[in-house]
């Protein structure tokens, strides 16, 4: 057997005792809340989610938790870990983590439903004021556009990043502001109004003005740069957030921007063979 094989073996046989201090929150049963500690041995490579996974099966099956893609796309396994909120999924254990006890809450700032499982309801309802889609002055562009909307790629620069987000809720965990001010619109959202509010086909700024532009909103932001120290996918919503003020005083200041036109279909374009069409809508409009 090649030495290779020898220590691929090796690495995913040995484990190492690793204590767990999971938060317990059961209001059914014990609305006092407290903490029980699980000594789980961990492989290398497992995640935080991994190890939540074996106490579960094989320690306490009445340990909550939220989970499923397990490859940080879905944003449901945002914990807060060792004091910070971060996808349990994404948190290696021993390389990341390096430490003898791992302490798991939920994530700060939202209620919490039961153990390490936040109500994420305040993330969604803001996520939905600030409407998270196309917006158009003409109803029948918005809703049924008879073309593609022109964009180049340096305008899908502008809010590319900024369309990564998971809405996992980490970034409003972390934001001191949204710990103090409840009805604070809250990082999240504003990075959201932002990427649409700049998106070149959409005409929906001054709508969203209504949300944004008071004293619980993109104003009461301090740059304390949480949230994107705490943000999974690189999205930081910080930085949108001040170029979120920045578009709003230019445009206050008389900046106008016109919203793209449909492109016309040039009229020597033939369709290819053998591309089936798509299937007939359900939905009467
Ligand atoms: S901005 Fe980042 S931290 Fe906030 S919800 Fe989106 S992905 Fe999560
Ligand atoms: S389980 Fe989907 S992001 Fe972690």
Redesign the pocket.
């Known amino acids: 057997m090649s030495g290779t094989t020898d220590s691929y073996k090796t690495n995913f046989t040995e484990t190492k005792d690793i204590v767990f201090k999971i938060f317990r929150y059961e209001p059914d049963v014990n609305p006092k809340p407290h903490f029980d500690t699980f000594t789980v041995p961990v492989v290398k490579g497992w995640t935080v989610l991994d190890a939540v996974m074996y106490i579960k099966e094989n320690l306490d099956s009445t340990v909550s938790y939220r989970a499923s893609c397990r490859m940080g796309i879905c944003?449901s396994c945002a914990m807060e870990i060792n004091g910070k909120p971060r996808l349990a999924c994404q948190t290696q254990v021993i390389s990341e983590l390096r430490s003898k006890e791992v302490v798991i809450k939920p994530l700060a700032n939202y209620p919490v439903l039961r153990d390490v499982v936040p109500d994420l309801t305040p993330l969604i309802e803001k996520h939905a004021d600030v409407r998270p889609y196309i917006l158009r002055k003409d109803k029948k562009v918005e809703v049924n556009p008879k073309g593609e909307l022109y964009q180049t790629p340096d305008q899908l620069e502008e809010y590319l990043q900024f369309s990564y987000?998971?809405?996992?809720?980490?970034?409003l965990a972390a934001c001191p502001v949204t710990g103090a001010d409840v009805k604070f619109i809250g990082?999240?959202a504003l990075?959201q109004s932002y990427r649409y509010s700049v998106d070149t086909r959409d005409d929906g700024f001054k709508l969203r003005l209504e949300v944004m532009d008071h004293s619980h909103g993109v104003w009461h932001c301090h740059f304390a740069g949480a949230?994107s120290e705490?943000?999974?996918?690189g999205?930081d919503?910080a930085f949108a957030i001040q170029l979120f003020k920045r578009e709003i005083t230019a445009r206050k200041f008389g900046k106008e921007v016109e919203p793209a036109r449909l492109a016309r279909q040039p009229a020597d374009v033939k369709r290819r063979e053998n591309i089936p069409y798509a299937p007939e809508k359900t939905v009467k409009q």
Do not use: E, L, M, R
């Not at 987000?165 to 970034?171: M, N, P």
């Not at 705490?230 to 996918?233: E, G």
């Open positions: 944003g987000c998971i809405k996992c809720g980490a970034c990082p999240q990075t949230c705490a943000c999974p996918k999205v919503p």
